[in-house]
């Protein structure tokens, strides 16, 4: 990276103010959906993040990845699950909720101690890769080749799998009196579109 | 620019991803704290990556780690699905399938 070292620290600045700020808005946000876009945003400051660390390929396949698939997977999920109910309070949430900060709090200081306390061993003369795609490509195809492979199969699996958890089942007995609407095979135990205003949904 | 910096930021999205692992009710916040953890990681081996190690092996790791978060997104979705449509509710207090 040949970025001056000004620019470099700001652009570093905003990027960590960014990530922070969306990601305490991804687990302190009461709506949803709010945080599935606040966690896009997240995700977008990373692949920046990783554009300041020489690593420009990985940043791509983060844009591609994460904000291309997994997030839109799970915005799909949140409009899937969608009814906005409101969770039982329980007893002692905010023991809880203060008991996990603390942990959480002390966990930081505990690596941030860690962090500056070690004394790593930086290569003096940084260089960054001239091709990272053809860098990572000799990798992926020399000394990576079988878990290049073995990762091939698991997200096969895990798709096919995905699938089979997420289809609905399969209901073989028809009722000829009943309306036909649906003409998939698969066919859903409830109408689709009655989920959110089925009469016993209290506040949807 | 330092690595300090980079491990500080890694350390704090971390922190964030387990309060939220732990404390959100609704099923799929839980998969984005998730997300969280596995991007801190990956920052992590991305400054290891570029500080420590002129051949950058640790993006290769950070891509995998990146296939196998696809994955357990996409599995993990599904099982929400599948539970939501069996107990018609996400509230993670409520999920005591496997319980004891």
Redesign the interface.
């Known amino acids: 990276m040949n970025l001056a070292e000004g620019v470099q620290l700001v652009s570093f600045g905003i990027l960590v103010a960014t990530t922070i700020a969306a990601s305490l808005g991804v687990v302190l946000l009461e709506n949803i959906v709010y945080s599935a876009f606040l966690l896009g945003g997240v995700f977008i400051s990373m692949a920046g993040l990783y554009l300041l660390l020489n690593a420009d390929f990985v940043a791509a396949a983060q844009i591609l990845v994460y904000v291309g698939a997994v997030n839109v997977l799970i915005i799909f999920a949140i409009m899937l699950v969608n009814k906005t109910e409101v969770f039982k309070p329980m007893k002692n949430a905010w023991f809880r909720k203060g008991a996990t900060a603390l942990v959480c709090v002390g966990l930081f200081a505990l690596l941030g101690t860690m962090i500056q306390s070690t004394s790593w061993a930086v290569l003096e003369t940084i260089e960054p890769v001239s091709s990272t795609a053809l860098r990572l490509g000799q990798h992926f195809f020399s000394d990576f080749l079988l878990p290049f492979e073995l990762v091939s199969v698991l997200l096969l699996m895990a798709m096919v799998g995905a699938i089979i958890l997420a289809r609905r089942e399969f209901i073989p007995d028809l009722d000829a009196e009943q309306e036909f609407v649906f003409t998939l095979p698969e066919r859903p135990r409830e109408p689709v579109g009655a989920i959110g205003e089925a009469p016993d949904d209290s506040d949807s | ?1 330092q ?7 890694a ?10 692992l ?8 839980v ?3 998730i ?2 953890l596995l ?1 801190a990681v ?2 992590n081996l ?2 290891f ?9 640790g ?2 790791f ?3 780690v ?10 993990g ?6 539970i ?2 069996n107990r018609d ?3 993670m ?1 409520q999920f005591n399938l496997l319980k004891w």
Do not use: H, P, W
């Not at chain 2, 690595?3 to 930021?9: G, N």
């Not at chain 2, 732990?22 to 916040?29: C, K, M, W």
């Open positions: 620019m690595l300090e910096y980079f491990l500080l930021l350390a704090a999205l971390f922190c964030i991803g387990i309060y939220g732990i404390n959100s009710r609704n099923a799929v916040r998969l984005m704290s997300e969280l991007n990956n920052l991305m400054a990556s570029n500080y420590l190690d002129a051949d950058a092996k993006q290769v950070s891509v995998f990146i296939t196998i978060a696809a994955a357990e997104a996409a599995v979705l599904a099982i929400v699905l599948a939501y449509r509710t996400i509230d207090e």
